[in-house]
């Protein structure tokens, strides 16, 4: 028997060798125990994380393939660790490091959006009125949506930039003109506020960013508002 292909087993999972290397490998798999299972133990780490992101293996498999042989877009180091890694020849890389760099590509590649947590989580409200709230102003990489559930407080789901050091996203309900405060949060992402004001019928909704602390009134613009409920 030939020597183990070891450093090309990833690869090989991945549907990432040219031939002649894919052919080489797939002639020693079929008869070599070791690298069978080895092989095995990528494609499900490929499937899991497939299936954990949602997502066909085949186009996980397919995005990681195009995404190392496209070289490195956005400059970060991951990229270049991949696509040297992808490379032939590399005999030199561990099959350990493989695994590691397979598994971190596979997770930010799998790991959904805000976007998509966002869409998600407004898909999965049941019971409940929804009202999107507008952007204004320039900023225009927000989104949000007030929620007046059929039992419990109203509350708001915003997709938002982390706000800086010492700030905070602050929810108003806008009461016969007068925004009342109600709620904060300093978090980033997708984030829930749950309303501590009382909501009329016909108040609107704003959200501002505010000293952490949070504000008595509101001391800059509305980034997303809803003018009526
Ligand atoms: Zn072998």
Same mark, same amino acid.
């Not at 998600?120 to 949506?145: F, H, K, P, Y």
């Given at each position: 028997?030939?020597?183990?292909?070891?450093?090309?087993?990833?690869?090989?999972?991945?549907?990432?060798?040219?031939?002649?290397?894919?052919?080489?490998?797939?002639?020693?798999?079929?008869?070599?125990?070791?690298?069978?299972?080895?092989?095995?133990?990528?494609?499900?780490?490929?499937?899991?994380?497939?299936?954990?992101?949602?997502?066909?293996?085949?186009?996980?498999?397919?995005?990681?393939?195009?995404?190392?042989?496209?070289? +490195?877009?956005?400059?970060?180091?991951?990229?270049?660790?991949?696509?040297?890694?992808?490379?032939?020849?590399?005999?030199?890389?561990?099959?350990?490091?493989?695994?590691?760099?397979?598994?971190?590509?596979?997770?930010?590649?799998?790991?959904?959006?805000?976007?998509?947590?966002?869409?998600?989580?407004?898909?999965?409200?049941?019971? +409940?009125?929804?009202?999107?709230?507008?952007?204004?102003?320039?900023?225009?990489?927000?989104?949000?949506?007030?929620?007046?559930?059929?039992?419990?407080?109203?509350?708001?789901?915003?997709?938002?930039?982390?706000?800086?050091?010492?700030?905070?996203?602050?929810?108003?309900?806008?009461?016969?003109? /007068?925004?009342?405060?109600?709620?904060?949060?300093?978090?980033?992402?997708?984030?829930?506020?749950?309303?501590? +004001?009382?909501?009329?019928?016909?108040?609107?909704?704003?959200?501002?960013?505010?000293?952490?602390?949070?504000?008595?009134?509101?001391?800059?613009?509305?980034?997303?508002?809803?003018?009526? /409920?």
């Amino acid at each position: 028997m030939t020597e183990h292909p070891q450093d090309d087993l990833a690869a090989f999972a991945l549907g990432a060798l040219d031939e002649p290397e894919r052919g080489f490998v797939d002639a020693h798999v079929r008869i070599c125990v070791p690298c069978t299972e080895e092989v095995e133990t990528y494609r499900v780490a490929l499937h899991s994380y497939a299936s954990a992101a949602d997502v066909a293996p085949s186009d996980l498999r397919s995005r990681i393939v195009a995404r190392a042989s496209s070289g +490195a877009p956005n400059g970060r180091s991951r990229d270049n660790a991949w696509t040297a890694w992808l490379r032939r020849p590399i005999a030199l890389v561990p099959v350990a490091l493989a695994v590691v760099i397979l598994v971190s590509i596979a997770t930010v590649l799998a790991r959904p959006s805000d976007a998509d947590r966002y869409a998600s989580t407004i898909a999965n409200i049941r019971d +409940a009125r929804i009202l999107e709230l507008s952007t204004t102003n320039s900023v225009s990489d927000l989104q949000g949506s007030l929620v007046i559930p059929r039992e419990g407080a109203p509350y708001v789901v915003l997709r938002v930039h982390a706000p800086p050091s010492g700030r905070a996203w602050e929810a108003w309900v806008l009461h016969a003109n /007068t925004p009342l405060p109600a709620g904060l949060s300093a978090s980033g992402g997708v984030v829930t506020i749950t309303l501590t +004001a009382p909501l009329a019928a016909g108040d609107g909704v704003a959200v501002t960013q505010e000293p952490s602390a949070g504000s008595a009134a509101p001391t800059s613009d509305p980034v997303l508002v809803v003018p009526r /409920t």
